[in-house]
């Protein structure tokens, strides 16, 4: 039983405009979710958390949205660069992100100069 | 950011013996330490936790005595593969937090057993 899906698994973007990355979830008992990016041959690294009792979080070209009634998340990356290629994985937890992480299956975004 | 060291970052060896990997906070000390598998095109699946002093929590269908961690210290974990076989080649992943720090992943271990 996934529990965290990401239902699009590529998604291609011309360079300095929008990517979007979908996460939906069915756990309703999950209240803290990250957006961890990887590159080829190495492991995951940390892009943006959000907990359930926040909507939206910024850090600079990356917004996260949450629509918790939806059960879903959104990685908004404006403006989208070529260094931005990478595979995106959505990761769930509950008790505020001490408890284990459950990822989806990632989306490679791949940004077009 | 904070770094975590993983090694070997690649290990091909014959099917029945025994591989040790390394996985090491480097400037921080993880109060909690995490193993993962990727298999390829799919998600990060976890296999167990492990916390420092304490046997680590293994998760269902992961074979403890198969996939035995060791969490030494705040900044060691380690992973060893017994008697591996061909099934066991996979991607393994570690990870270290500490307090309610987000996770931050080792680059990773790509085991092939022939």
């Known amino acids: 039983d996934q529990q965290v899906k990401q239902n699009s698994p590529s998604l291609s973007v011309q360079e300095g405009r929008i990517s979007i990355l979908n996460c939906d979830y069915t756990?309703?008992?999950?209240?803290?979710f990250l957006w961890y990016k990887k590159y080829p041959a190495e492991g995951p690294t940390f892009l943006i958390s959000i907990s359930s009792i926040k909507d939206k979080n910024e850090d600079g070209r990356f917004t996260v949205f949450l629509n918790k009634s939806a059960k879903h998340l959104s990685l908004h990356i404006v403006p989208s660069q070529p260094g931005d290629s990478a595979v995106y994985f959505c990761a769930a937890s509950k008790e505020l992100g001490t408890y284990k992480y459950i990822f989806g299956t990632g989306t490679r975004l791949k940004v077009l100069a | 950011g904070a770094v975590v060291s993983q090694h070997p970052s690649w290990v091909i060896c014959k099917s029945g013996t025994s591989v040790k990997i390394e996985c090491r906070s480097l400037d921080f000390q993880a109060t909690t330490m995490f193993w993962y598998r990727q298999f390829p095109k799919q998600s990060l699946m976890l296999m167990a936790t492990?916390?420092?002093?304490?046997?680590?929590?293994?998760e269902q269908g992961v074979e403890k005595d198969k996939f035995l961690i060791n969490h030494a210290s705040l900044t060691l974990s380690t992973l060893t593969v017994t008697s591996a076989h061909p099934e066991d080649s996979s991607f393994y992943i570690c990870?270290?937090?500490?307090?309610?720090?987000?996770?931050?992943f080792g680059d990773g271990t790509r085991l092939s057993i022939l």
């Open positions: 756990n309703s008992m999950f209240d803290y």
């Open positions: 492990s916390n420092e002093g304490s046997k680590a929590t293994y």
């Open positions: 990870s270290a937090k500490r307090g309610n720090q987000p996770q931050h």
